[in-house]
């Protein structure tokens, strides 16, 4: 697997104004969904994953908290992604609960593995893999696998061709104790699924069973 594009936010005031809002929003949130903040704001992962609040999209859901991360190792960027939890007390019909998580994950790739017809499928099973790994329940998740290349001309035309995967899903983590999901759970299947794409081994397992894209390529600078 090679680096990705750059992240996905590039705005060096957006952690401060993130964190602005989010405090201001925090006051006035329902107790459920400052206890899955919380522990999304707590929750201790692999150290090759740099993770960050950024601003939460404003018109999905009444109550919204987001943040992005990426695989960094020696210092390049392998894959990124970004991870939203909503929250509607009132509970949301498509959903099927009153919470939702929604996330991007991107990485590049050879273009010969972009090629391979079972690469979607495959995708999509870390992300349940990832989620019924760890004995979580969710219900709902509906979303894309996405390949696309670019092909540079003219005066781009030495730099080499790229392929990119693009993850887009989505899923309802069921309720716990205090009407709040497991999201500190949650959480760490998604840096599961962000790690499986960047090509890194399961951390702290020996399963060879489980199988992630290769680093084919050497990562690009940030």
Excluded: K
């Excluded at 069921?174 to 090509?199: I, K, Y």
Aim: aromatic share 4%.
């Amino acid at each position: 697997m090679a680096a990705a594009q750059g992240r996905l936010t590039d705005d060096a005031g957006g952690m401060d104004e993130a964190q602005e809002g989010e405090a201001n929003a925090m006051e006035t949130a329902p107790l459920p969904f400052r206890a899955a903040v919380e522990a999304l704001r707590t929750t201790r992962l692999r150290p090759e994953i740099e993770i960050e609040p950024v601003r939460p999209p404003q018109r999905l859901a009444p109550h919204a908290y987001a943040l992005e991360a990426a695989v960094v190792q020696d210092g390049e960027d392998l894959a990124d992604g970004r991870l939203v939890l909503l929250h509607d007390p009132a509970g949301h019909t498509a959903w099927q609960g009153s919470f939702r998580l929604v996330t991007l994950v991107r990485a590049e790739l050879e273009p010969e593995m972009a090629a391979d017809p079972l690469l979607p499928d495959v995708c999509w099973s870390w992300l349940t893999g990832a989620l019924e790994s760890r004995g979580l329940p969710y219900g709902e998740p509906s979303g894309t696998v996405t390949r696309a290349g670019s092909h540079y001309f003219g005066g781009l035309a030495a730099r080499p061709a790229v392929s990119q995967i693009e993850i887009r899903a989505s899923w309802t983590p069921r309720e716990g104790m205090g009407d709040a999901p497991d999201t500190a759970s949650h959480l760490a299947a998604w840096c599961d699924l962000l790690s499986q794409v960047a090509g890194l081994p399961p951390a702290g397992s020996g399963d060879t069973s489980v199988v992630t894209l290769p680093q084919r390529r050497g990562p690009q600078p940030r």
